[in-house]
């Protein structure tokens, strides 16, 4: 592994495959590509650790509703976001890759067919079984989960990858020790060189001055939702329809309202907390089934159902002290050993005390049976990441983030919550009082600083180069290839035309898998088919206000 912070002045590198992001979608598809036999150059932004000047090259304005400071909202060094997330594993819902009348620009050019083979090969890089958990599975153990009827409710189930630290480069040994696998940190591309149809050759730098020039026959962007559109947009490539950038989704989080009157301490066993079941920790939550969204025109919104303190109650010191500690310690490695400590005594309690402890507090008139909602977003042109006309540390523009909810997305929240009201009062065991904000008169939305620790939203930045059949209506094909470009793919997030209600990593994984065996698949190809499948004539670029230094090199400069 290179540290391009140790290196001065230029280098140059010549790959078959270049990487840019070392995240799960990155390094999933490398992975599989060294399985296939290719040579990857894998280009990761930061370190091995949190640093705080790498992290404000995130830095951005936030222009539309409320959201997180951007410099924050992702992570920048190897493992990704991945190294602190929650673990939260879920497919897609066949309905989420339909064309949904009653969504516009819904539609994925594939199908959840075509995924299955890849969610079963993902499942096992989670630490997950085979089998997909249903909510009969909970019932067969004893937990009371009501039975709802299935043309309104579905009580998907979500699975949890045991594991904090998946993805980062302590786990990543096999990587650092493949002969054809070579790693390059503190590598922060900045711009990306295309003419007559294929990229050329990058340029990635360090903070600390050190710069490497690659010539890759393919180049993959793996840099998350906000930064590959960024990437494309700073590059001039991939835009010529206005579509990089355009349709940033969220999962938004909101207090849905509370149950009254009913069976709390059934209720709070069932969707409060994790279960353990067959080895596997599981938890149920509640969607919408996909009789009811196509009746109601709704979106594939979730909600599970918890102990919290009412709205507008002044936040428990416990909840204050959690809080602070997840987003105000630096998530260095120290940090999250902290928080991953915290976390799991977390779970263990849960697992061990609960529902006791929240149905206690419940009783003393301390919290509410309330509904949190993590909504699905639907896909919206004018919610958009663009380019300010600030420049980082690296001379490339900051983002703006102009993030914005629609009706549609109130409406959905508000149709779950009055089928959950329908079928708990049919049930006997509660009725729903809904939330304020949700009548006709009240906010498009309204996020809650009680209701979860992430009170906006669930950090997925989605959507921004999204999946398409034409370059009119997206950024890339079905392959995950970049419209107009034969030789530049995207992985992750970004790539998908809608969100659903599942939480994306472990589509983020199945996708990366899946362009990784289209692109394999092409180089095979193109090796059959000619002599070589090299760029081997690098063109002057005229677009960039400073050309990448490779395209000044000779066309037998021996380095490439």
């Not at 209720?267 to 509640?286: C, I, P």
């Not at 659903?500 to 095979?524: F, H, K, Q, Y």
């Amino acid at each position: 592994m290179l540290d391009l912070d140790d290196v001065d002045g230029t280098i140059r590198r010549r790959t078959e495959i270049c990487v840019i992001g070392a995240g799960a979608a990155g390094i999933a598809l490398t992975r599989r590509l060294l399985a296939a036999g290719h040579e990857v150059l894998l280009l990761e932004s930061g370190g091995r650790d949190f640093e705080a000047a790498t992290a404000d090259l995130n830095a951005g304005s936030n222009i539309g509703e409320d959201y997180y400071p951007l410099h924050d909202a992702r992570m920048r060094f190897f493992g990704g976001t991945t190294a602190i997330w929650g673990g939260r594993c879920a497919e897609l819902d066949p309905i989420d890759f339909e064309r949904r009348d009653w969504v516009p620009h819904s539609g994925w050019p594939i199908g959840r067919d075509d995924l299955a083979p890849y969610y079963a090969q993902a499942r096992p890089m989670f630490g997950l079984s085979d089998r997909r958990f249903e909510v009969a599975d909970l019932r067969a153990a004893g937990v009371p989960v009501p039975q709802f009827r299935d043309h309104l409710l579905h009580t998907p189930i979500w699975t949890f990858d045991p594991r904090f630290n998946r993805f980062t480069l302590d786990a990543c040994a096999d990587m650092q020790a493949h002969p054809r696998c070579h790693i390059i940190c503190h590598a922060s591309v900045v711009g990306i060189a295309q003419r007559a149809g294929s990229v050329q050759c990058l340029e990635a730098r360090s903070l600390k001055g050190g710069r490497v020039m690659v010539i890759a026959d393919i180049v993959v962007l793996a840099a998350g939702g906000i930064e590959n559109a960024r990437l494309l947009l700073a590059s001039h490539i991939g835009n010529d329809n206005d579509q990089v950038g355009r349709y940033f989704m969220e999962h938004p989080h909101a207090r849905g309202g509370r149950i009254v009157g009913g069976d709390s301490w059934n209720l709070l066993k069932s969707f409060a907390r994790r279960h353990r079941v067959a080895g596997q920790d599981v938890a149920a939550l509640v969607t919408p089934a996909a009789a009811l969204q196509r009746r109601e025109g709704i979106l594939n919104s979730s909600l599970t159902i918890v102990a919290r303190q009412p709205a507008r109650a002044a936040q428990f010191v416990g909840m204050r002290a959690y809080g602070s500690l997840k987003h105000d310690i630096a998530p260095t490695r120290r940090g999250r050993a902290l928080w991953m400590a915290t976390k799991k005594a977390a779970n263990w309690a849960q697992q061990h005390i609960d529902p006791a402890r929240p149905w206690l507090l419940h009783k003393a008139g301390l919290a509410d049976i309330a509904l949190l909602v993590r909504a699905e977003q639907a896909p919206n042109p004018e919610s958009r990441i663009t380019l300010g006309s600030e420049i980082d540390a690296l001379g490339v523009r900051r983002v703006n983030l102009d993030w914005r909810l629609s009706d549609l997305d109130k409406r959905s929240v508000t149709g779950l919550v009055r089928a959950l009201d329908e079928e708990i009062s049919r049930l006997e065991i509660g009725r729903v009082e809904a939330a304020d904000w949700l009548a006709e008169d009240g906010p498009n939305w309204q996020t809650d600083p009680l209701i979860s620790s992430h009170p906006i939203g669930g950090y997925h930045h989605i959507g921004t180069t999204r999946m398409s059949y034409t370059p009119r209506t997206g950024v890339v094909d079905a392959d995950g290839r970049v419209h107009g470009v034969s030789n530049l793919y995207i992985v992750g997030s970004s790539t998908f035309p809608t969100a659903g209600w599942a939480n994306p990593t472990l589509t983020i994984v199945a996708l990366a898998l899946r362009t990784a065996d289209r692109i394999s698949a092409m180089l095979a190809k193109r090796h059959r088919g000619s002599e070589t499948s090299r760029v081997t004539l690098p063109i002057p670029f005229s677009v960039m206000r400073r050309p990448p230094a490779c395209l000044d090199a000779p066309a037998n400069d021996p380095r490439f």
